[in-house]
């Protein structure tokens, strides 16, 4: 199981390849699951707002592809430290989860911040464009597919992070 923050949700949601969302090719590859307050964030304040990606979201949350889960508070000392570090809400919830949730094996983020911060806590976290070379060399799709995605989400992701996994899948670095 993979859990994702909403930056990567919501860019997953924004963007097609060849007339297919992004976000389904990234369902093909892992169940992904967030916490409430990342729908909350994606999906309510979304849909409040209009916003096509927060309908997208909704409708594989409605039929079951991403699972809402409740991630519990941690002790008044671990939460005073996310506190300090200036973590919204959702990231907060999003560190809650990849601590204590056996079953959350990575967690997906654009978030240089919340990628620090669980680092630091020991869990396994890989940016987007990370997971995206990592399904292609799973075999989930091929190199052409991995770099028709990257370059469909670069609009919304530091350039230095799409130009280094498509180099990188082209072989050269």
Request: hydrophobic letters at 45%; charged letters at 25%.
């Amino acid at each position: 199981m993979n859990q994702w923050d909403a930056t990567s949700l919501i860019t997953c949601a924004k963007f097609q390849v060849d007339g297919r969302l992004v976000l389904d090719y990234m369902l093909d590859v892992a169940k992904i699951s967030i916490t409430r307050e990342i729908q909350q964030e994606t999906v309510d304040a979304g849909l409040a707002g209009a916003y096509p990606d927060a309908i997208e979201i909704k409708a594989r949350l409605d039929s079951g592809y991403i699972e809402v889960r409740q991630a519990a508070r941690l002790s008044d000392s671990f939460e005073e430290v996310l506190d300090l570090y200036g973590l919204q809400e959702g990231d907060k919830a999003v560190v809650r989860l990849s601590l204590l949730a056996a079953d959350v094996n990575t967690t997906i983020t654009d978030d240089r911040l919340l990628f620090v911060v669980l680092r630091r806590c020991g869990c396994d976290v890989m940016f987007l464009p990370d997971f995206l070379e990592k399904a292609v060399a799973e075999g989930a799709f091929d190199v052409a597919t991995g770099q028709k995605i990257l370059l469909a989400i670069s609009p919304r992701l530091q350039v230095g992070f799409i130009e280094h996994s498509l180099r990188r899948l082209e072989g050269v670095i």
